[in-house]
Each structure stands twice: as C-alpha cells, then as structure tokens.
C-alpha cells in the first residue's frame, strides 16, 4: 500500500523549510509537467529528473497523483504510476458509449 499524503508531506516539509523558493519552483514544474499530460500520454520518470533529485521527484510526483485523484473527475483520466514506477501516466477517461436517462419516455 502507497503512503498518505500527510507521510509524503511530514517527508518534504524539512526540504521546503531550509528552501522553500526552490521546493515550491520544483513542486510547480512536476505540477504542470503532469496536469498537461492528456490521456493515454505518459513520462518516463528518469528522464525528468537527475539521479541526485530522484526522490524529492518522486515524493513531490506522488503527492500530485493524489492531488489529482481527489479533485479531478475520474471520468477524464486520473494519473497513476506504471507498476515499475518508473512512468506515470493518465488513464484514459471513461466515455459513455450512449447517453442513458433514468427517465423513460412515454
């Protein structure tokens, strides 16, 4: 099981209080890397980050996915990690084949 946010956010909060200008521009571009992602698209991780940044990456990257799944409609794709962690990617949205109505016409 993945680590809540309030873990990922006791991890990264020392990193902002000794730089917080650099954490919140780092934090930002992992942010619009991934809100521009459309569905079906994914990164690579190793070619976003360096090694030397690869686990403030990926914590500030994981707290986005979550971010993501609790205020975006699951049916325009949410952001997920690869089994593997080493991409992450936006699902595809759920597209209704036909529009339904509980109601019928008469």
Known sequence: MGRTY???L???KPV???YPERF???YDRITVLLAELKPGESIVIAD???????DLFMDV????VIEDVIHRDP???ILEFSVDRKKIRRTQGFILAKKFSS????
């Open 61 to 64: 990257a994981e707290m986005v």
């Open 10 to 12: 006791k991890k990264v």
């Open 75 to 77: 049916n325009e794709g």
């Open 16 to 18: 902002f209080e000794q």
């Open 48 to 54: 976003n980050c360096t090694p030397r940044s690869y």
């Open 24 to 26: 919140t521009k780092f």
């Open 6 to 8: 309030g873990e990922i």
């Open 103 to 106: 109601f019928s016409k008469r």
